[in-house]
Antibody, heavy 121, light 109 residues
Framework: QVQLKQWGAGLLKPSETLSLTCGIY????????WGWVRQSPGKGLEWIGE???????NYNPSLESRLTISGDISQNQFSLRLTSVTAADTATYYC???????????????WGQGTLVNVSP | EIVLTQSPGTLSLSPGESVTLSCKAS???????LAWYQQKRGQAPRLLIY???SRATGIPDRFTGSGSGTDFTLTINRVEPEDFAVYYC??????????FGQGTKVEIK
């Protein structure tokens, strides 16, 4: 059974850096894209970006200048780093098996439990 | 960027009724890269349909996806109480960003 478990700080001040990590259990990091999606309170879903084991990344252009997504094969996990956060970055952040995989059935099929990140002075 | 527009915003129906949700894309989407998700309050989204019409593992056959080009639909036959949720379509073809529709809420009448 595949599980994604995520962790990281949930309360930030404006201009700080958001950092989240997602551990992959029951599946290998290698061979797939893994990424992040966020959801502002009461709103819809926004794709953030993804990374694969070769370090290839796909980023949302609207966030790219502040965004780094990286993977750690040895720890079987991947991470999100978003700099210079503002209140507009307040959202629940989900890790997910990404959307760049060759098998469509392997895209978006596993999700983490979500982490609410609140950006407040 | 491909914009996905879902309609209607909210649907109110009774258990046992059938419903069709619409997802229209601002430009053509390869059916391989069109998915539908279900999200219940306080939970992560759950993959229902991939490749526009293939059900994900464990998804009951009352959920049917169809469509091509710019017009896609999700039909739920004989809605069960556990089906009341928000449904999102998503595309991840061509080039990033991958985008989601704004969602359709299916609520109990």
């Amino acid at each position: 059974q595949v599980q994604l478990k995520q962790w990281g700080a949930g309360l930030l001040k404006p201009s700080e850096t958001l950092s989240l990590t997602c551990g992959i259990y029951g599946e290998s990091f290698t061979g797939f894209f893994w990424g992040w999606v966020r959801q502002s309170p009461g709103k819809g879903l926004e794709w953030i970006g993804e990374v694969n084991h070769s370090g290839v990344t796909n980023y949302n252009p609207s966030l790219e200048s502040r965004l780094t997504i990286s993977g750690d094969i040895s720890q079987n996990q991947f991470s999100l780093r978003l700099t210079s956060v503002t209140a507009a970055d307040t959202a629940t952040y989900y890790c997910v098996r990404g959307f760049g995989n060759s098998n469509p059935a392997s895209n978006g099929d596993y999700w983490g439990q979500g982490t609410l990140v609140n950006v407040s002075p | 960027e491909i914009v996905l527009t879902q309609s209607p915003g909210t649907l109110s129906l009774s258990p046992g009724e059938s419903v069709t949700l619409s997802c229209k894309a601002s430009q053509s989407v390869d059916t391989t890269y069109l998915a539908w998700y279900q999200q219940k309050r306080g939970q992560a989204p759950r993959l229902l349909i991939y490749g526009a019409s293939s059900r994900a593992t464990g998804i009951p056959d009352r959920f049917t996806g169809s469509g091509s080009g710019t017009d896609f639909t999700l039909t739920i036959n004989r809605v069960e109480p556990e089906d009341f949720a928000v449904y999102y379509c998503q595309q991840y073809g061509s080039s990033p960003p991958w985008t989601f529709g704004q969602g359709t809420k299916v609520e109990i009448k």
